[in-house]
């Protein structure tokens, strides 16, 4: 089979095969349309890439390490474990790569205000980062529940002197953040830079979101290429939106030896419903300005969803994942929140690192498959944040008081 | 000629504007829907906008996301309003019902199913708030070959070539939102609203009416006098939420908030 150009998605209406769009309220087309253009020109602009660069380098820490994890590797007793240290950028996660980036398309777009929608809190800290940076005025939507879940996080947005607003509609976490922003942006469009946070939302959004994170899977390539001598055989990272997972994948999507799992949570496990699994477990719908998988029962309505991570609780999932599944070019699955807390303790035990909760879930996946392979196969996990947010979700889960 | 345009053109024949309340299906319970239709239309509707509950309505303010949720607690199903139509119909066969909600729920029951559903129970028209133009090339004939007009936004931003492409698909009205925001929002401003309306006027012959911020008879005269007539949703929905203890009593309120809004906009 003649490999697609996977380089030339999504089309010029934002669509990945049947997937993506733009289904929004009147008001954000013309916006959108706009934001479409000037990053058409903007990406090609000598000069705004030489900004984007410099930022990635000197402000983010860029490159981040592919980290060889020796004792995790002699622990699992298989193939080679390699991290790619995304914890180690500045604001602890991935999410900073595609800040940056909407940030200075926000700054050359004349904008004077950001908007921004976060669940575990790291994109509403990388946003109100950049935003501090650059003197742009910044609101994050965060839902309640993830507000009390990821406390650290909310002080760590105020300091940077942005305004939290927490979100009381729908099941008040993710999802319900994202309504409002959009809320906030149809309403303040004229001053206002919506930065989404992942990969959906509508056309450009996936495309922006996917092109910023995709350094990390640039460096991989070239970073394999020196420490391993070739690609890897497998890549793995944790699907939520799915920000991260796409920039490792993308760039690497040509390459039909590299093999490609995405992790989704399965919660309390995909039998019992209470997961946030729409690639596993959903089925094509619209949600949040694209078509793609999402969670929802028979009449259509979106569900709510169960993640003992606020970073993937979320029922919709990024369309370029939806086609790339159809497609069979990546493949999803899901670990439970007891299979990502244990990964996390034996990280934090053998490397002497702590992941994020979201990353611990393509540890586990990676921790099931790395014995059954030979020791002379790579594999790439995208350690796409730090553990330290997650610290008192984990005391509280396991009994422990930190007062 | 569908019974949307069949309206609007008498009303146009008369001199007189279109007065259009919107409230939402299966709010505060789905037995008390049929019942404030008909109180609507006794206090002076033209068209009826029956909203289908979603679990997210990106593009409402907090009152109507609240009757989405007031009626969600009883799982108002878009077929269920479909059925609250068909109950409608039994008394009342002249006043047209505009179904208006989000694209999810429609896609899960299946375009063509829904389509010939909502015409047998006699629905007349379909404005889906996050599907814009581009994204309606099977959506829009397959409504037109049911029977069904199709209703399209135009905002603020739209640029003529937005209003041409919706002009194409669109039928029985178009829908024009007076502000850059969501339903219910406050900053109406009824000049802007004007020259918006003419400019839509000199591309198409389509009715616009005009919805969002319209919240009484002042606002519903001003704003009916520039197009040809006014869509009335929050400021109905907000009287039902605070009267969702005695539902007993929001036929009556909601006739006496509509009332005047219809005696205004008659004495143009």
């Not at chain 1, 013309?30 to 660069?53: I, W």
């Not at chain 1, 070239?222 to 760039?251: W, Y």
């Not at chain 2, 969501?182 to 003419?198: H, Q």
């Not at chain 2, 009484?216 to 969702?244: C, T």
């Amino acid at each position: 089979m003649k490999t697609p150009d996977y380089s030339a998605f999504p089309d010029d209406r934002g669509h990945f095969g049947p997937y993506g769009g733009r289904f929004v309220s009147e008001t954000l087309m013309e916006p959108l349309r706009r934001l479409e253009e000037a990053y058409a020109r903007l990406k090609n602009d000598p000069a705004f890439l030489a900004e984007l660069d410099d930022d990635l380098k000197h402000y983010v820490g860029r490159p981040s390490p592919l980290y060889h994890a020796k004792r995790l590797t002699k622990a699992w007793g298989g193939a080679q474990v390699w991290l790619k240290r995304e914890d180690l950028n500045h604001t602890g996660a991935h999410k900073i790569n595609n800040t940056v980036g909407q940030a200075l398309l926000a700054k050359h777009l004349g904008k004077t205000r950001i908007i921004a929608e976060t669940g575990a809190g790291q994109h509403g800290v990388a946003s109100a980062t950049i935003a501090a940076r650059l003197g742009l005025k910044c609101v994050v939507y965060m839902g309640i529940e993830d507000v009390e879940r990821q406390s650290p996080n909310v002080f760590r947005m105020k300091l940077l002197g942005a305004e939290v607003v927490p979100v009381t509609s729908g099941t008040k976490t993710l999802k319900d953040a994202l309504n409002e922003a959009m809320r906030d942006w149809v309403t303040n469009v004229d001053d206002t830079f919506y930065v989404i946070g992942t990969v959906a939302g509508p056309h450009p959004y996936p495309m922006l979101v996917r092109d910023f994170n995709s350094v990390v899977g640039r460096e991989v390539i070239r970073q394999s290429k020196e420490q391993m001598g070739r690609l890897p055989d497998l890549l793995t990272a944790c699907v939520g939106g799915g920000s991260n997972a796409i920039g490792l994948f993308h760039p690497m999507l040509p390459f039909p030896e590299v093999r490609m799992v995405g992790v989704e949570a399965g919660g309390d496990g995909i039998e019992t419903g209470r997961h946030a699994a729409p690639l596993s477990a959903g089925k094509p719908g619209v949600l949040h300005g694209n078509r793609t998988y999402v969670m929802a029962d028979d009449d259509g309505q979106i569900i709510g969803t169960h993640s003992v991570s606020a970073g993937l609780d979320y029922p919709g999932v990024g369309p370029e994942h939806a086609w790339l599944k159809d497609a069979g070019r990546v493949e999803y699955t899901a670990v439970t929140d007891d299979e990502a807390l244990a990964a996390f303790h034996e990280l934090a035990h053998a490397e002497g690192i702590l992941p994020a909760l979201e990353s611990s879930h393509a540890l586990a996946y990676a921790k099931k498959v790395a014995p059954g392979m030979a020791a002379d196969r790579h594999i790439v996990v995208n350690l796409s944040g730090r553990g330290d947010k997650d610290i008192f979700t984990i005391a509280k889960r396991e009994g422990i008081s930190l007062t | 000629m569908s019974r949307i345009s069949g309206v609007l053109e008498a009303l146009k024949s008369k001199g007189r504007k279109a007065l259009i309340p919107f409230i939402t299906a299966g709010d505060p319970h789905p037995k008390h829907t049929v019942g404030l239709m008909h109180a609507l239309v006794e206090a002076g509707a033209d068209v009826l906008e029956l909203g289908v509950p979603f679990s997210d309505p990106m593009a409402d303010g907090p009152v109507i996301q609240l009757a989405c949720e007031r009626a969600l607690v009883h799982h108002t199903s878009l077929r269920q309003c479909i059925a609250m139509v068909a109950e409608f119909r039994q008394r009342d066969t002249k006043t047209p019902v505009v179904l208006m909600g989000y694209l999810n729920p429609i896609e899960a029951m299946g375009l063509e199913n829904f389509a010939k559903t909502a015409h047998a129970a006699g629905v007349d028209g379909v404005l889906v708030v996050d599907l814009a133009v581009e994204e309606a090339p099977e959506f829009s004939p397959t409504l037109a070959k049911a029977g069904l007009d199709c209703i399209f936004l135009i905002a603020p931003t739209s640029p003529a070539a937005r209003i041409e492409a919706a002009a194409k698909l669109a039928s029985g009205y178009l829908y024009y939102v007076s502000l850059k925001g969501v339903t219910g929002a406050a900053n109406l401003d009824v000049d802007s609203v004007a020259a918006k309306v003419a400019e839509i006027r000199g591309i198409t012959g389509i009715p616009v009416v005009v919805g969002f911020g319209i919240r009484d008879a002042a606002s519903a005269s001003a704003v009916s006098a520039v197009s040809d007539g006014v869509i009335v949703g929050s400021a109905l929905v907000s009287e039902i939420e605070r009267n969702q203890a005695h539902p007993e009593r929001l036929p009556e309120l909601l006739k006496a908030k509509l009332a005047p809004m219809r005696m205004a906009m008659d004495r143009l």
